[in-house]
């Protein structure tokens, strides 16, 4: 059987895939990322000196973006989320922050986007909140980590890729 992109016509063109004869299934996703940056600056965000609760907040935007991913991706699907985590953790040895987030519901739909949206928003919004401090901090290694549901199953990253989230 030979691969095809879902999201294009025959004729190549961009299209949203039909999911209404999908059947409905518990799915979730799990997306990883990571905000690498100086120990100073790690030091900073953790002393809470910072501007503002740097962790709430990217938590909070990670939430929300969640929620509004079909807004940012053309072909994706409006979803009913029925959970959002996003979790974030200092990480000594980076130095820097690691970001996870859980996205589920019941459809006939995935949420890996939602996860990967999630976690990317998150990490930006820290940069955001933190670069008056430093600049050169580095979003690194946002990925799919597993989606379990649908069709196809689960799928888990191998852990190689997983190296700093």
Request: glycine share 0%; no cysteine.
């Given at each position: 059987m030979k691969a095809r992109l879902t999201h294009l016509s025959a004729d190549g063109r961009a299209?949203?895939?039909d999911v209404g004869d999908k059947a409905v299934t518990a799915r979730s996703a799990t997306a990883s990322g990571a905000v690498m940056m100086a120990r100073a600056t790690l030091e900073l965000i953790l002393s809470g000196n910072a501007k503002g609760d740097v962790i709430a907040t990217a938590r909070i935007a990670g939430i929300m973006a969640a929620k509004k991913t079909?807004?940012?991706i053309p072909l994706c699907h409006p979803l009913a989320l029925s959970?959002?985590?996003?979790?974030?953790?200092p990480d000594e040895k980076l130095p820097g922050l690691i970001l996870r987030a859980i996205c589920k519901l019941k459809g006939p739909t995935g949420?890996?986007?939602e996860a990967l949206t999630a976690v990317s928003v998150a990490c930006l919004t820290i940069y955001d909140m933190v670069k008056a401090v430093e600049r050169g901090m580095r979003i690194e290694n946002i990925h799919l980590v597993?989606?379990?549901g649908g069709k196809s199953g689960t799928y888990r990253a191998k852990s190689g890729r997983n190296k700093g989230a």
């Open positions: 299209d949203m895939v079909h807004e940012s959970k959002v985590e996003v979790d974030i953790a949420v890996e986007m597993e989606k379990r």
